[in-house]
């Protein structure tokens, strides 16, 4: 008989319902509902709408309940790191939960490592310094008084995920994959930094200890289920980060093999079985973030194909002429000569620009390089920049950890852009196994499987991931070109003039 599964997928652009189906030890999957996420903008900050996204979840899951005579084996949601609610003692929300983009909360990091030096932050935590952490904002908001860090207002802390948990079942827990994004966590107890809470002024009792995944959370609250028209529903605790679920349903033929998550965000890394907390990983700006059987996710945020989506919407508004996908892609490889680039990591120009045209442009005149006029230039630009970063990451990686990388798998949405997949092969010299371009949806749906016992372990899912979903293979070429690209422009640009300064100002 059939299992049925649902994975509640939110990112930072869109969210989906995705309905998966076992037989047979086979894994097929449908997307049932999607719906925009993108960021509320009033009076200058940045905020999420999460009510409206949790109607999106129950009119998704209302709209195709026939699909499941009356049962769902079970239900998994994973969102975006860092963000999160505080709620009151009724369980209200303590202000609207700020968007990991929002400029004014992300201006207080330098402030921070007055109040605890970036030193111990990385000891203890071995999290990635970037402006959007989670422990930035939480400084930014105690000192600025705001009502969810005053004493008494708040009692409980959840990240994002876990809100919408909260909404579906009634019960409140926070899951390990997400909170270890927060730069608050303990990378080797897995528990609370309770002294750097204490110095950021925020109380330590809005905090449960976190909860691994892959366990039965709770049935969907009885209003919920005559709503959507169910008898039974079992919500899962899956990898609640989508990037941890992402890495759940990317199918890794080694332990010398590496991953990119693609999408708005590259994610780039291996899965190890220990926190590297080492002066040399901070120095390099690695991350050490919680994974599926108690592994660790090493890995660095790339900036992905954000910005190739905010020059496609910024060029659209300007021209008022719709770019399609295949038509980018076209441009891209026919303009594949123009070898300008950027540092796509370089937080100062290119995390939240108010025009990415103008930010790509003025980058290139710094550097003493022709700006792109085309779109087609713009894109080629994006991707020849973004293999070109692999490329470095995945070098860093392996001196960081002794390991000798001997494939790359990329899985998301980027996994279906040969020509970046090309770029990627080439500039790595390295074997890219492309796909399945969702793993994200199917991370979640195998990590719901093991908890329900269908599904032995993490290994015995991949093999089914595998199993069930095609596989691209890409092998490395124009190495001259790529070693030239490398070693005589993004080394001299962007390596040699700012040190690892570069890495830790993100």
């Known amino acids: 008989m059939a299992s049925k599964y649902i994975a509640i997928d939110m990112g930072a652009e869109s969210g989906r319902l995705v309905l998966g189906t076992i037989v047979d030890e086979r894994l097929d999957i449908k997307e049932l509902h999607r719906y925009k996420t993108q960021g509320t903008e009033i009076h200058g900050h940045l905020y999420w709408d999460v009510l409206r996204f949790f109607e999106e979840i129950i009119e998704g899951m209302k709209n195709h309940a026939k699909q499941f005579e009356g049962k769902i084996d079970g239900v998994g949601i994973d969102t975006w790191g860092v963000d999160f609610v505080i709620l009151d003692k009724h369980d209200n929300l303590v202000g609207m939960p700020y968007h990991?983009?929002?400029?004014?909360?992300?201006?207080?990091?330098?402030?921070?490592?007055?109040?605890?030096?970036?030193?111990?932050?990385?000891e203890k935590t071995g999290i990635q310094f970037m402006s959007l952490n989670t422990i930035v904002k939480l400084h930014a908001l105690a000192k600025g008084g705001h009502p969810c860090t005053v004493p008494g207002v708040g009692k409980t802390f959840l990240m994002m995920p876990d809100y919408f948990n909260f909404l579906l079942t009634g019960e409140k827990a926070i899951e390990y994959t997400d909170a270890s994004t927060t730069q608050l966590l303990d990378a080797r107890t897995r528990d609370w930094v309770v002294p750097f809470l204490e110095r950021l002024h925020v109380d330590p009792a809005l905090f449960s200890k976190p909860v691994q995944p892959a366990r039965v959370f709770g049935p969907l609250a009885p209003a919920?289920?005559?709503?959507?028209?169910?008898?039974?529903?079992?919500?899962?605790?899956?990898?609640?980060?989508?990037?941890?679920?992402?890495?759940?349903?990317?199918?890794?033929?080694?332990?010398?093999?590496?991953?990119?998550?693609?999408?708005?965000w590259s994610l780039l890394g291996l899965e190890v079985d220990k926190p590297i907390l080492t002066r040399q990983a901070s120095e390099m700006n690695f991350t050490n973030e919680g994974g599926i059987g108690g592994t660790i996710r090493l890995l660095k945020n790339i900036a992905g194909m954000w910005l190739l989506q905010q020059s496609r919407a910024r060029w659209e508004a300007e021209t008022g002429k719709r770019l399609g996908y295949d038509q980018i892609m076209a441009d891209a490889a026919r303009n594949s000569a123009f070898d300008s680039i950027v540092f796509p990591d370089d937080n100062t120009r290119f995390l939240n620009p108010p025009n990415m045209l103008d930010a790509i442009r003025q980058s290139c005149k710094d550097t003493g390089q022709q700006p792109p006029k085309t779109f087609g230039e713009f894109a080629a630009l994006v991707f020849t920049s973004l293999a070109l970063r692999y490329r470095h990451v995945l070098g860093m990686l392996q001196d960081?950890?002794?390991?000798?990388?001997?494939?790359?798998?990329?899985?998301?949405?980027?996994?279906?852009?040969?020509?970046?997949?090309?770029?990627?092969?080439?500039?790595?010299?390295?074997?890219?196994l492309a796909g399945p371009d969702e793993a994200t949806s199917i991370g979640n749906i195998i990590v719901q499987a093991i908890s329900s016992g269908e599904v032995k372990d993490i290994k015995a899912g991949r093999k089914m991931v595998a199993a069930s979903f095609p596989i691209t293979r890409y092998e490395p070429g124009d190495q001259d070109k790529w070693n030239l690209l490398y070693n005589e422009k993004y080394i001299p640009l962007f390596v040699e003039k700012k040190g690892n300064d570069q890495e830790t100002r993100a």
């Not at 400029?103 to 007055?114: I, K, Q, S, V, Y």
């Open 400 to 432: 960081l950890t002794g390991v000798k990388v001997d494939a790359l798998h990329v899985v998301g949405g980027g996994s279906r852009n040969a020509l970046m997949c090309q770029h990627a092969a080439d500039a790595t010299g390295l074997p890219v």
């Open 100 to 122: 990991y983009r929002d400029p004014a909360m992300n201006a207080a990091m330098e402030d921070l490592f007055r109040v605890i030096p970036r030193e111990q932050i990385y």
């Open 224 to 264: 919920l289920r005559d709503k959507v028209g169910v008898a039974s529903a079992t919500v899962h605790l899956t990898a609640s980060h989508d990037t941890a679920s992402a890495v759940a349903g990317t199918p890794l033929g080694s332990k010398n093999a590496a991953y990119i998550s693609s999408g708005t």
